[in-house]
């Protein structure tokens, strides 16, 4: 497994000068703490590089049977489907927090390097869902000043958003790992009939079949 020898850039936005600042050239105008103030980057977060989906599903082959207990265990030895991203990502920093309170052994480098490959995934997932999300908003009528207004951010910073977000619609996304099991009374399941018994968790049938959707 190799990882990615890009680095995720970061960009920030131009610095305004104050209002009533004088229009001089950048060599004779000397900075205030005025301007330290009114020029704080703002920065905008344009993701990380997208590792390809084979080395994103090596890397939770590579996680999950030493991480994956109960359900996602199972799983993960009948059909070999990893565990949720999250999880995965989050067990290697439950086991690096352990490290330090000396009670557990420091993750290895490359089970380190495994979890950013998938939260590298993940991040992808969400820049993607945005960009989408931000299409919804322009198609139903929503401006970029009420995007902005929702978002917390200058016009302009959203629509700088957006310019970096969309090219991620291109990039090549891993399937995402599946979702957790519901419990039997969580939403999405069907109400339960009268007269049927209930169970504080469902089967392996009802989990294959309905829970994951094959």
């Known amino acids: ?3 990615p020898d890009r680095v995720p850039a970061i960009r920030t936005s131009k610095c305004r000068p104050p209002t009533g600042a004088p229009d001089r050239a950048d060599h004779e105008r000397q900075p205030s703490s005025a301007d330290a103030v009114s020029c704080s980057p703002v920065v905008v977060s344009v993701g990380l590089p997208a590792p390809t989906p084979q080395t994103v599903q090596q890397a939770r082959a590579y996680l999950t049977p ?3 207990t109960g359900v996602d265990g199972f799983l993960w030895q009948s059909k070999e489907r ?11 920093i439950t086991a690096g927090d352990r490290a330090q309170h000396g009670t557990g052994d420091h993750p290895e480098p490359v089970e380190v390097a495994a979890a950013l490959l998938v939260l590298s995934a993940v991040r992808l997932g969400l820049d993607q869902t945005e960009a989408r999300l931000l299409n919804t908003a ?3 009528g929503m401006g970029f000043e009420q995007i902005a207004a929702v978002l917390d951010l200058s016009v302009e910073e959203a629509e700088e958003r957006y310019r970096q977000l969309k090219p991620r619609l291109d990039e090549p996304a891993a399937t995402p790992s599946p979702p957790p099991p519901r419990r039997a009374g969580t939403p ?8 049927t018994r209930t169970r504080d968790q469902p089967t392996w049938d009802e989990l294959d079949d309905e829970d994951w959707g094959n």
């Open 82 to 92: 990893p565990m949720p991203d999250r999880d995965a990502i989050n067990a290697v």
């Open 138 to 140: 322009q198609a139903s």
């Open 1 to 3: 497994m190799t990882t």
């Open 188 to 195: 999405g399941r069907s109400p339960r009939q009268p007269g």
């Open 66 to 68: 030493r991480h994956a």
